[in-house]
């Protein structure tokens, strides 16, 4: 306990001893004036007299050291001491400041910026139930490798294949709603009656559709997306039973979909009702007007899906030579669907923003050893008072250090600023397109690929770096993909194993970029 109050007492005297350490000085300027007036009785001169009794007191320096060591902690004292005076040199000379602080933070801003769009698309996973075993399933032509799906096809297939726990379908479509003030025209979404348990989405409010209610003449039934809820109905609970009227036909509300629950394929779709095929369409096998989604059984790979797929496709084709002749089966995860086209330009632009980071350092490099030629006589006096080289490599390096931690503090917020400016320019259309997109901001991922910026900046780490950094982002991804929330069996795997393999790995990418470069 003696020692736990002696460190605490110790961290106290680095921030509130300074009217402490202003007693302990004129006690000691008292000890040493009592000596001199001592010496000067005897008879000394005065230069005689103050020399003297310094040698009794032992050096008031040394002195001063000896007790600030017993009431702080040297170390942080001096580092502390060390920031001030970076901080000084640096507001001494504000064009070097700011042009090296603008460039840092234009650096970072970028980088981290790109970043979190490449996290909420490339690394964080769909907001659905696993949404790595869902997958988009159509029939395929050689015009079009992923054309829509006739109905009667869809049955077929649903009934023979082996290699889904779940095949529905859907089909987005403009329809009639009539209001007082008129028929309005609003998007809406027919769905096969399981489309929202296969994505693994429950209603807020409400029930989900039954099994049945897709048939032919079942009661009209009717979802709400949680925006047109609150815009058409104020988020009044009391909306469950209320009817709605879709192409003159009654529809009664059964329930309300989750906040920010979106379907990309489908875009900005208000209403959800149960695909009945009642239109001249789906009553034809050669009418094609359907999408499929479907989630593979636990074992079963996108390729095996797909294999099994194209032989039913091929047994119709022989069944029905008139309607399905030239079709195939097209499986793909429904991760690639939504996201596949950006990928190429994400990972562009993030290669650019890397680029970016690498010129701003070079810059503020080159920026630093100019000014430290014009601080040799500096240093050589400093070196003439006693300054040792480590004392003065440390002050340097935390000037580096406040300059680069500057550099980052402006250049996380810019980033910031930027994410919701980017947001802000996306229209609402593409934004229910592009769901992941509501998944960028300033998350654990992106601050932490900040730090890790900011740490190769720090400390002068060049490409090698860099390299660390993106097979980080690659074990970030690997985390989400092995851990869902229905399985956790991989937990271990995932976080233990993986962010031990990023610790090990960026551990020695620094030390190699160190050594070799």
Request: aromatic letters at 10%; glycine letters at 8%.
């Amino acid at each position: 306990m003696k020692q736990l109050r002696a460190w605490i007492l110790r961290f106290r005297g680095l921030f509130g001893g300074d009217h402490e350490r202003k007693d302990f000085a004129a006690e000691i300027e008292s000890h040493l004036q009592m000596h001199i007036d001592d010496n000067l009785r005897s008879g000394m001169t005065a230069e005689e007299a103050r020399r003297d009794a310094m040698i009794k007191l032992g050096g008031v320096e040394a002195v001063r050291e000896a007790h600030s060591a017993q009431n702080t902690v040297p170390f942080l004292e001096s580092f502390f001491q060390d920031i001030r005076f970076a901080l000084r040199q640096l507001l001494r000379n504000p064009g070097f400041t700011f042009t090296a602080v603008l460039m840092l933070t234009l650096g970072i801003a970028a980088s981290t910026a790109i970043f979190s769009f490449v996290d909420a698309t490339l690394i964080k996973p769909l907001p659905y139930n696993d949404p790595n075993r869902l997958v988009h399933v159509t029939e395929s032509i050689a015009v079009f490798p992923r054309a829509n799906l006739s109905y009667f096809d869809y049955l077929d297939w649903k009934k023979q294949n082996q290699v889904f726990g779940a095949l529905e379908v859907f089909n987005d479509r403009g329809f009639m709603m009539s209001t007082a003030s008129g028929p309005e025209l609003v998007r809406g979404t027919r769905v096969s009656a399981g489309f929202l348990k296969t994505l693994g989405v429950a209603p807020v409010i409400g029930r989900d559709f039954y099994q049945g209610e897709d048939h032919p003449g079942a009661p009209g039934a009717l979802l709400l997306s949680y925006e047109s809820w609150q815009t058409r109905f104020g988020g009044r609970k009391d909306v469950l039973g209320q009817s709605i009227t879709l192409n003159d036909a009654p529809m009664q509300v059964i329930g309300v979909l989750p906040r920010g629950f979106h379907f990309a394929p489908t875009g900005n779709t208000e209403f959800w009702v149960p695909l009945q095929p009642n239109n001249q369409c789906e009553q034809r096998r050669s009418c094609h007007d359907l999408e499929g989604i479907a989630r593979l059984k636990d074992g079963v790979s996108v390729e095996t899906a797909r294999a099994n797929m194209k032989s039913i496709a091929a047994q119709l084709e022989r069944q029905y030579p008139d309607s399905n002749a030239g079709q195939g089966a097209s499986v793909e995860p429904l991760y690639e669907v939504i996201v596949g086209d950006v990928r190429p330009i994400l990972l562009t632009l993030l290669a650019g923003a890397g680029l970016l980071q690498l010129i701003a350092c070079v810059n503020v490099v080159s920026l630093l050893l100019v000014r430290f030629e014009s601080r040799r006589r500096e240093i050589a006096v400093r070196g003439a008072l006693g300054a040792s080289a480590a004392r003065l490599v440390r002050q340097f390096i935390t000037e580096s250090l406040v300059l680069v931690s500057m550099g980052a503090v402006f250049g996380i917020v810019t980033a910031a600023l930027t994410m919701n400016v980017l947001l802000r320019l996306v229209s609402k259309d593409m934004m229910f397109q592009m769901p992941y997109l509501l998944g960028i901001g300033m998350n654990t991922h992106v601050v932490t690929f900040a730090l890790f910026v900011w740490f190769g900046q720090v400390v002068g780490l060049s490409w090698l770096w860099w390299i660390g950094l993106a097979l980080t982002a690659v074990a970030f991804a690997y985390q989400h993909i092995v851990v869902t929330p229905t399985d956790l069996s991989k937990v271990n795997r995932a976080f233990f194993t993986a962010n031990g393999f990023v610790g090990i790995a960026l551990f020695l990418f620094a030390v190699l970029d160190l050594a070799l470069l």
